[in-house]
Each structure stands twice: as structure tokens, then as C-alpha cells.
């Protein structure tokens, strides 16, 4: 009933940019927070940003000033935009979204199906 749909992704060279984007749809109520989290192969996934329904914003450490994320309520988007890219940003990248679907009554977590990021020269 709500999907999550990414798009961007792809491969680049290390110092260069990327633009992630996520939009969801279905019968929707509701969205509260948005964000983006990655898995490299063998590690955990990990939050990279995540903003709330009033733009508040929050960080990795490893990814502050290079990293930048934003989101339209009217089109239930979510975006990440990614600058200076470093091998170690090597990973598939999810979005996630809190969301109250029409005739729920509590916020559940909702993901993308994950797009790939891979950095190298």
C-alpha cells in the first residue's frame, strides 16, 4: 500500500557528487521523519542523515559538510545530496520514512529497495 521508490546511485570518482532521491506513495496519511542510511558489504547499516517533518536535520559524523539532505512535504520526497565522495562512501544506500498509511493508526517504518553507491577511481 506505501512504497518506497529510489533513484540516483551509480559510480564516481573519488572528490566527485551524487544525487540520491526517494519518493513515497500510497495512501498516506502522515509522514514524519525521512532519511537516508547505507550498508557497506560486512558492516552494519548505518545512519547518514535524517531530517524530520519540520527540517531538522541530523548528521554521521563521517559524512557532515559533504553531505546534505532535504526533503518536499507536498511531493512526500527525500533527498541526499552527496559532494566530495570518498571511497568509505561505498555502499547501497536505503531511505527510510515513517509513515501513517490511511486506516493505520501508528507511525511504521517504510524502506527503499537500496541503490548503489561505489566511489573509485
Known amino acids: 500500500q506505501v512504497q518506497m521508490v529510489e533513484s540516483g546511485g551509480g559510480l564516481v570518482q573519488p572528490g566527485g557528487s551524487l544525487r540520491l532521491s526517494c519518493a513515497a506513495s500510497?495512501?498516506?496519511?502522515?509522514?514524519?521523519?525521512m532519511g537516508w542510511y547505507r550498508q557497506a558489504p560486512g558492516k552494519q547499516r548505518e545512519l547518514v542523515a535524517r531530517?524530520?517533518?519540520?527540517?531538522?536535520?541530523v548528521y554521521a559524523d563521517s559524512v557532515k559538510g559533504r553531505f546534505t539532505i532535504s526533503r518536499d512535504n507536498t511531493k512526500n520526497t527525500v533527498s541526499l545530496q552527496m559532494n566530495s565522495l570518498k571511497p568509505e562512501d561505498t555502499a547501497a544506500y536505503y531511505c527510510?520514512?515513517?509513515?501513517?498509511?490511511?486506516?493505520?493508526?501508528?507511525?511504521?517504518?517504510?524502506w527503499g529497495q537500496g541503490t548503489q553507491v561505489t566511489v573509485s577511481s
Open positions: 527510510n520514512a515513517q509513515i501513517l498509511a490511511v486506516t493505520t493508526y501508528r507511525f511504521s517504518d517504510y
Open positions: 500510497g495512501r498516506i496519511s502522515s509522514i514524519n521523519a
Open positions: 531530517i524530520s517533518s519540520g527540517g531538522i536535520t
